[in-house]
């Protein structure tokens, strides 16, 4: 039953977003393109810390090293690579994870290694705004969304809505890609190093392989949605990978659950829900937006998936109950 | 309990729907004439959005009371930046899908450059409040945008060329900035305007290079006593916020003041005298954008000091309140003298008209669209006989479109 209600649930949002652009304000379609893209990055994120126990809080860096590689290259006029330029732009962000987690990653866990990946994104940001050829502060603008050839045919990114379109199926191949790895046999060693280090290493895991490469993935993820972010947004800033942006998957993993593979995205959507539904209170909308958020984890402490999913288990467990009772009563004399 | 599949669908879309519905619904251009405000009102820069603010609901507040524009009633839609482009982005976009043709957006400059692209494809209309990189009327000139705003080298140049003239006496000047690539251009333009006036009048000028203090700094006693050391007789500080307190308290110590015999601060004006009361220093100029009392001869700017008076008991207004209140006045300007809300002639109608605003005569440079207006200047400092502790002493002014620089729309200036 769980599994049926999700999986119509996900159709049914699947089927709301692709259809978005066809009856919703262009406000309301950027947010849910922006959303899209964040919720891909927070599944990113919590593929570390929900699957390898790994907290990393510079994320944000990762998001921007991708979202940068992608702005330059298109200023640079490869916009007829583009796809090329999408799995480039992963490759740099898979790249710098693989080093930072090489290094850090042996030395450090827990609140080390979110203070150093912290420390290792504000580091990059500073000096993203120090380097003009990047735009300093302001960074670079006027991001052209691309027209490219794949094999005869011409795909055109630059009109109506076809960007949006675009960002659908490839946030979807990547939120398959999470699942795959989540779902697999890799996702369930990560699960078993997470829950007993120790153990898993005297069964023979190699511990610090299977972190650092979902340390890599993570990176190699999180630097994929900034390129595909770069021409939605259609410009780049130092701030793009700021600490709000590498706070963003902590928040939307804590309000949608860390123990559910969809928690990250049910919380990013929960909360562009929210911003928008209060972007008229001028003044008090952060008031009204953190009683709300506040509310959600104190009511919800297994995040909006786990209430969910608590839910269903126990209407499933009383119609199971209703129909085992008869075997249950005493009989009467 | 049975949980209905349907039912839960059903009440699923309805919720999803029900909170997308604020932007679905399309209103009709009918009795008002609509104006999308976009600025920064939550997070480090809302200090300067909630300026725009007020200073734009004034304007709205007095065009209305005299009858609006061609008798219709003038609206501010007000949206949060949330001081990103992104969010910029999407609250233009939403409001361009609700319609609204006519827009006014402050401050930052990357969150203004999120939406330049936008404007064509949208074809709205745009003013930029009190914005000053030059990249606005340069590289990222569009035809359909104005900025009220200043840049470094009209407003900084201009200062400079007045230190000149007021002070031919002072052949040195030591400078200090903030350790942050965009402050020096602040310094390049002073330095330039200073040598450019000196060299006028037959003299010569000697501007050293600038000491540079810690962004976010909490010590900058080093540096003071670098620039003390330095011999020069005057001094140009380019301090933001809360570094300027920070500096100016510690400099009070060194008794700074005694050791300059003038004292020139970027654009802090009156920050710094609120938040420093009896101990501002003796004597120090600063740039403003709009001061009230330099203004007396204009109605308009009077009306809004009162106004701002009114609103928030506060005698001396951020330059912001003018700038802001100008921009609105421009569009609805526009709008009345064009008869129409359509971009193509609301440009060349902004480009023509010269209405009178707070900041005196609101005229933009064909080329590029760069405010030409008038540029103040004010002497304030410590005053003991005021019950503040502090007092304006002098202001001047200046015709702005002579530092304007050279107008180079869609290529960087060089």
Redesign the interface.
Known sequence: MNRTLSGLLLGLVGAVLILLPLWANSGLVFLAGTTMVVGVFALSWNLLFGYAGLASFGSGGLFSIGAYTMAVMLRGGFEGQFLLLIALSTLVGGAVAFAIGFVALRRSTGIFLAILTLALAELLRITLAKIHWLGAEDGIPSIVRPNFSVGLATVDLSSGNHYYWFMCFACALLVGLCWWIAHGRFGRTLRTIRLDIERAAFMGVDTHRYRLVAFTISGAIAACAGALFAPWAQIVTPDIGNMMRSTQPILFTLLGGASSFWGPMIGAFLFSAIEFSTRTLVGIQEIITGAILLGVVLLFPTGVAGAWNALVARLTRREEAKIAAPALQTVKE | ???N?RH??AT??AG?GA??M???L?AQQGETVRIGLITT??GPGQLYGNYI?DGCEIAVERLNAAGGVNGAKIELV???DKN???GA??????????GIKLFAQGTF??NL??T???LEEADVTMVMVGAS?L?LTHE?FNPRAFRLGFSSPMCFGGYGNLMAQKHPEIEKWAMLRSD???LADITNAFSNGLKAGTEKAGRKVEVLDPVLVPYGGADFRNQISNIIGSGAPGLFNVLQGADAISYYKQARTFSLDEKFKVLCDSANEFAIAKAMGANTPASLWSWTGWYPAANKDNAVSDEVHKAYIKLRGDEYPNWYIGVSHDSILTIANAVAKAGSLDAAKLVPTIEAETPQGALGKIHFRKEDHAFAGDLTYIRFGRDDKNANGWSVFETAQLPGAEFLERATPGSKLN
């Open positions: 309990m049975k949980l599949r839960f669908l699923s879309a999803i909170l997308a604020p932007g679905v399309r009102l939550s603010k007000v949206r949060d990103s482009p992104e982005v999407t609250a233009f976009r939403e409001l361009t899908g609700n400059t990357a450059l999120g330049l692209p936008l990189a990249a990222a942050v690539t965009a």
